[in-house]
């Protein structure tokens, strides 16, 4: 019903910014709430920030609070991820994600809808 599409990751130096998107088809996006995950190596699949369907409530996870802003363009189709700050902690790959309805999941299962993610990598 959703198919999602990640771009914008890359190489960047500490304390640098990078903005991800993620592109959204479909004719229902305003009615999901999305969110951004991320998987480093060896470890599990971790929650990053989330967005209801309108963009007025957004939810972070501690590590990421205060560096990372989540927003979303709903005419676009849109959704992104503006990290700034960044540590060589948060290399990892992200992925987006689509969930239909008010809720909006703080887990990567209450989630329906995966794109295929997008490596960030940050050098010390």
């Known amino acids: 019903q959703v198919q999602l599409v990640e771009s914008g990751g890359g190489l960047v130096q500490a304390g640098g910014s990078l903005r991800l998107s993620c592109a959204a088809s479909?004719?229902?996006?305003?009615?999901?709430?999305m969110g951004w995950f991320r998987q480093a190596p060896g470890k599990e699949r971790e929650f990053v920030a989330a967005?209801?369907?309108?963009?007025?409530?957004?939810y972070y996870a501690d590590s990421v609070r205060g560096r990372f802003t989540i927003s979303r363009a709903n005419a676009e189709n849109t959704v992104y991820l503006q990290m700034n700050s960044l540590k060589p902690e948060d290399t990892a790959v992200y992925y987006c994600?689509?969930?239909?309805?008010?809720?909006?999941?703080?887990?990567?299962?209450?989630?329906?809808?995966w794109g295929q993610g997008t490596q960030v990598t940050v050098s010390s």
């Open positions: 967005i209801s369907r309108g963009g007025a409530s957004t």
């Open positions: 994600a689509a969930r239909f309805g008010i809720v909006v999941p703080r887990t990567d299962s209450g989630y329906e809808h």
């Open positions: 479909g004719r229902t996006f305003s009615s999901y709430a």
